[in-house]
Nanobody, 116 residues
Framework: QVQLVESGGGLVQPGGSLRLSCAASGSIGPVVVMGWYRQAPGKQRELVARFTSDGTTNYADSVKGRFSISRDNAKNTVSLQMNSLKPEDTAVYYC??????????WGQGTQVTVSS
């Protein structure tokens, strides 16, 4: 099975930056998708950014130009650089990996709070 461990959340002022990291371990099949989702209080979980198997990146419109996703295939890690953070970016951020053997795996989530 796959385990995902996230790190890098915290409290930041509006306009600040944070970097989230996610490390995958265990028995990982061919990766289809790896990326980040978030869930704010009272809202549904939504896509933030992800890599697909053909190397394509997808970003939510709300984070384009501010967030950047990167990955290290050799280490099975994916990171999310978040710049120009806004209060509406406050949420629990989840790492997600979909592979061809075990399907979808979620991390435990890391809290990001943007507040002055």
């Amino acid at each position: 099975q796959v385990q995902l461990v996230e790190s890098g959340g915290g409290l930041v002022q509006p306009g600040g930056s944070l970097r989230l990291s996610c490390a995958a371990s265990g028995s990982i099949g061919p990766v289809v998708v790896m990326g980040w989702y978030r869930q704010a209080p009272g809202k549904q979980r939504e896509l933030v950014a992800r890599f697909t198997s053909d190397g394509t990146t997808n970003y939510a419109d709300s984070v384009k130009g501010r967030f950047s996703i990167s990955r290290d295939n050799a280490k099975n890690t994916v990171s999310l650089q978040m710049n120009s953070l806004k209060p509406e970016d406050t949420a629990v951020y989840y790492c997600n990996l979909i592979d061809r053997i075990y399907g979808s795996t979620w991390g435990q989530g890391t809290q990001v709070t943007v507040s002055s």
